[in-house]
C-alpha cells in the first residue's frame, strides 16, 4: 500500500451555503456540475469540502460519467429494473410512479461530498455530477450547496 500524499493542510477559516433550484423535464439526469463549480469560484475558497444535498425523497444524486451519454441511458435501464413502475406498491396516492421514485433514491443518494483542492472540484477527467429525476413530470428541485474550507 502506497503512502497518502498530503496536498493541502491548514484551519478551516470559511464557509458558504447556497441553492440550486432546478427545473426538470421528468425521469433523466440533469448535470449541475458547472452550476456546483460556479458556486466554489465564487467563494473564492481554495481548499476544503463541498456537501451537495438533494431536499427532496423521490429525486437524487450521482457522480456519473459525462462523456457518453449511454451511460446515463443504461442506468435509467437498469434502475427501472430494480424499482419498476408496475410492481404493486402500496403506497401509490401520487401515482405508480411515486413508489419506485422513493425506492430509487434509497439506491442512490440524497448527499454527495466532494472535495476541492486549489479551487477547483476534485472530480475525475469523466466525472459530473447529476440531479437525478425518478418522476415521471417535471418538477422543481432544490439542490443546497454548503462549502468548508479556506
Same mark, same amino acid.
Given at each position: 500500500?502506497?503512502?497518502?500524499?498530503?496536498?493541502?493542510?491548514?484551519?478551516?477559516?470559511?464557509?458558504?451555503?447556497?441553492?440550486?433550484?432546478?427545473?426538470?423535464? $421528468?425521469?433523466?439526469?440533469?448535470?449541475?456540475?458547472?452550476?456546483?463549480?460556479?458556486?466554489?469560484?465564487?467563494? $473564492? %475558497?481554495?481548499?476544503?469540502?463541498?456537501?451537495?444535498?438533494?431536499?427532496?425523497?423521490?429525486?437524487?444524486?450521482?457522480?456519473?460519467?459525462?462523456?457518453?451519454?449511454?451511460?446515463?441511458?443504461?442506468?435509467?435501464?437498469?434502475?427501472? $429494473?430494480?424499482?419498476?413502475?408496475?410492481?404493486?406498491?402500496?403506497?401509490?396516492?401520487?401515482?405508480?410512479?411515486?413508489?419506485?421514485?422513493?425506492? /430509487?433514491?434509497?439506491?442512490?443518494?440524497?448527499?454527495?461530498?466532494?472535495?476541492?483542492?486549489?479551487? /477547483?472540484?476534485? %472530480?475525475?477527467?469523466?466525472? $459530473?455530477?447529476?440531479?437525478?429525476?425518478?418522476?415521471? /413530470?417535471?418538477?422543481?428541485?432544490?439542490?443546497?450547496?454548503?462549502?468548508?474550507?479556506?
Amino acid at each position: 500500500m502506497r503512502r497518502v500524499e498530503t496536498i493541502a493542510e491548514g484551519p478551516v477559516t470559511r464557509q458558504a451555503t447556497g441553492r440550486l433550484v432546478v427545473d426538470t423535464r $421528468g425521469q433523466g439526469f440533469t448535470e449541475i456540475t458547472e452550476a456546483a463549480a460556479g458556486f466554489v469560484r465564487e467563494t $473564492g %475558497l481554495r481548499h476544503g469540502l463541498l456537501t451537495v444535498f438533494c431536499r427532496h425523497t423521490s429525486a437524487s444524486l450521482t457522480i456519473q460519467e459525462n462523456a457518453d451519454p449511454d451511460v446515463r441511458t443504461d442506468l435509467m435501464t437498469a434502475l427501472d $429494473g430494480l424499482a419498476p413502475r408496475h410492481a404493486g406498491y402500496v403506497h401509490d396516492s401520487e401515482g405508480p410512479d411515486d413508489m419506485p421514485a422513493h425506492l /430509487r433514491t434509497l439506491l442512490t443518494d440524497s448527499a454527495l461530498t466532494i472535495p476541492l483542492v486549489e479551487g /477547483r472540484l476534485a %472530480l475525475g477527467t469523466w466525472q $459530473g455530477i447529476y440531479l437525478i429525476e425518478h418522476r415521471d /413530470r417535471p418538477h422543481r428541485r432544490e439542490i443546497v450547496l454548503h462549502l468548508v474550507g479556506a
